[in-house]
């Protein structure tokens, strides 16, 4: 008797153990977003194939509940044509995004496919698109500005590099024309740009306006438009942190530009609504308080590189306290305030500088220019509080030496912070005008200090991003991670909080 039978024997009785209900089930019910099965056994985040009839695809959804045999699914795309019956494949891993150098300048969805036609990102390294964000003891300290190429910004509230931002301002008064401008201008060494929930027709004007062929170079889009299911846009948002976690991974100082973390909110209100959740404050479920915090941990200093996070929210009728302004404004180290006054006025970028704060503003500037920002915040204030009188003719010159002095120099400061969308800006080149403007001299180690790291004026950073002259730090760590297979193992996001 030769081996080959028992082979064979072996095989077939293996094959008769694995028991095919665990990992294939049946659509039940299918309910608004809602889509329940019957098996297959799976987890939560679990990523399954549900098989449209007739030939017609697949669609990918995501486990989000699991009730007895019942299990729940969101889809990634449209419902249209499942039917009950149709046959749910678990594919026993959570959702995760390929990741390497090659992102760079490329477009994807919320799965980290490629929506740009460029062909594939061959990647054996990929990062899961949920993470834990990093041990908080060994985050680096923020102590070092990045620059923005944004006057209002750089000058007034001074960010540090791994430090997260909120941007508040009421629709169309130039949010995503402010990440634009920060896109192309920054000093970062990557872009990440997040655009979630946001119109179709806008992912275009932003890559040929707002970003230009120089900050597409340089930048990895994510893309979850508004029309798509609220999993595509939810997982959108994580898809996008998980790209700017393997870059700070590198370390590289990553900027991540979200817009808009309310329609990010608001896809986790629908799901969570879909999946019963009982609804609270503005119909948000509690799904959405807690999903808010693992989002926005995640960017930030790891002890590797840094993220620095701009986050949009959009503020419904100017309310500022509105549940998702609210939550961020918890969670993150500032916000910009954008006004739809100065917008109105053709104040653009429409900064209300005295509404806006930067935590770290006085960590990462110098004693002369925390002097000569806080003169020109006080100047703005005075005149703030005399505007009405100046503008009915009520105020008579001499009367108040401080009024005259906001009088003085009002016109000064408005062309300080005053920027065309094209007008760049150094760090340097903002500081000089605000020490000529508060009459001080800003010492040459502080304007030094800014410019410690790898502060690339843009023409540079162009170039770089074609990749003929690249960071060291970027071409051997990308290198590294191409060969690696796999995150460091010590710093590598694992496994799905
Ligand atoms: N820096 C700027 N200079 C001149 N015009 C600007 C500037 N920023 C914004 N605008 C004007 O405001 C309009 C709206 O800007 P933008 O689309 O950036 O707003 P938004 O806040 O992102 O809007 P939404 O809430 O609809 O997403 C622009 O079309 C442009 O006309
Ligand atoms: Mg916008």
């Known amino acids: 008797m030769t081996a080959f039978p028992s082979i064979i024997d072996k095989y077939l009785e293996t094959a008769e153990q694995v028991d095919p209900?665990?990992?294939?089930?049946?659509?039940?019910?299918?309910?608004?977003?809602?889509?329940?099965?019957s098996g297959p056994q799976a987890v939560i985040g679990e990523l399954c194939r549900i098989e449209v009839p007739r030939g017609k695809g697949v669609i990918q959804a995501e486990v989000v509940g699991l009730r007895k045999e019942v299990v729940q699914?969101?889809?990634?795309?449209?419902?249209?044509?499942?039917?009950?019956g149709s046959r749910v494949i678990a594919s026993g891993r959570r959702?995760?995004?390929?990741?390497?150098?090659?992102?760079?300048g490329r477009v994807l969805d919320c799965m980290g496919r490629p929506l740009d036609g460029k062909g594939e990102i061959a990647s054996r390294v990929r990062y899961p698109a949920a993470a834990p964000p990093p041990d908080p003891l060994k985050r680096k300290r923020i102590t070092q500005r990045i620059a923005t190429g944004v006057r209002a910004i750089d000058g007034l509230l001074a960010v540090g590099r791994g430090q997260r931002v909120g941007i508040f301002a009421g629709?169309?008064?130039?949010?995503?024309?402010?990440?634009?401008?920060?896109?192309?201008?920054?000093?970062?060494?990557?872009?990440?740009?997040?655009?979630?929930?946001?119109?179709?027709?806008?992912?275009?004007?932003?890559?040929?306006?707002?970003?230009?062929?120089?900050?597409?170079?340089?930048?990895v889009l994510v893309v979850a438009t508004s029309d798509e299911s609220p999993m595509a846009r939810l997982r959108g948002a994580y898809t996008a942190t998980a790209v700017a976690e393997y870059f700070r991974d590198q370390g590289l100082d990553v900027m991540l530009l979200f817009d808009a973390v309310t329609r990010f909110a608001r896809a986790q209100r629908e799901i969570g609504l879909a999946m019963g959740e009982p609804p609270a404050t503005r119909g948000y479920t509690p799904s959405m308080f807690d999903s808010m915090p693992k989002l926005l941990e995640r960017s930030g200093a790891s002890d590797k590189g840094t993220i620095t996070g701009f986050y949009t929210i959009l503020v419904d009728g100017d309310d500022m306290d509105e549940p998702v302004s609210d939550t961020v404004r918890g969670i993150l180290d500032g916000h910009i305030v954008l006004s739809r006054r100065l917008a109105e006025a053709g104040h653009y970028p429409a900064v209300d500088v005295l509404g806006s704060i930067s935590r770290k503003a006085q960590a990462v500037s110098g004693p002369v220019t925390r002097e000569a920002a806080g003169y020109i915040r006080r100047l703005i204030?005075?005149?703030?509080?005399?505007?009405?009188?100046?503008?009915?003719?009520?105020?008579?010159?001499g009367t108040n030496p401080a009024i005259d002095e906001a009088i003085a120099k009002k016109k000064g400061i408005d062309d300080f912070l005053v920027q065309g969308v094209d007008e760049k800006s150094s760090v340097v080149e903002t500081l000089q005008v605000m020490g000529e403007i508060a009459g001080v001299e800003i010492p040459v180690e502080?304007?030094?200090?800014?410019?410690?790291?790898?502060?690339?004026?843009?023409?540079?950073?162009?170039?770089?991003?074609?990749?003929?002259?690249?960071?060291?730090?970027?071409?051997?760590?990308?290198?590294?991670?191409?060969?690696a297979g796999q995150p460091a193992a010590d710093g590598g996001p694992e496994g799905v909080p």
Not at 21 to 37: A, N, P, R, Y
Not at 74 to 83: F, N, S, V
Request: net charge negative; aromatic share 4%; charged share 25%.
């Open 21 to 37: 209900i665990k990992c294939v089930g049946h659509v039940v019910k299918v309910q608004g977003l809602l889509i329940e099965s």
């Open 73 to 84: 699914l969101m889809p990634y795309g449209d419902t249209a044509g499942i039917e009950v």
């Open 95 to 104: 959702l995760e995004v390929p990741v390497s150098k090659k992102l760079l």
């Open 171 to 219: 629709s169309g008064v130039g949010k995503s024309t402010l990440l634009g401008m920060i896109a192309r201008n920054t000093n970062a060494d990557v872009n990440v740009v997040a655009l979630v929930g946001e119109r179709g027709r806008e992912v275009n004007d932003f890559i040929a306006n707002d970003l230009g062929p120089e900050g597409l170079a340089r930048s």
């Open 381 to 397: 204030a005075v005149y703030n509080e005399a505007e009405d009188l100046i503008n009915v003719g009520a105020y008579h010159q």
């Open 446 to 483: 502080e304007m030094q200090s800014y410019q410690k790291g790898t502060f690339v004026l843009p023409d540079d950073s162009y170039q770089d991003a074609a990749g003929e002259d690249r960071p060291d730090a970027l071409e051997e760590a990308a290198e590294q991670a191409d060969t």
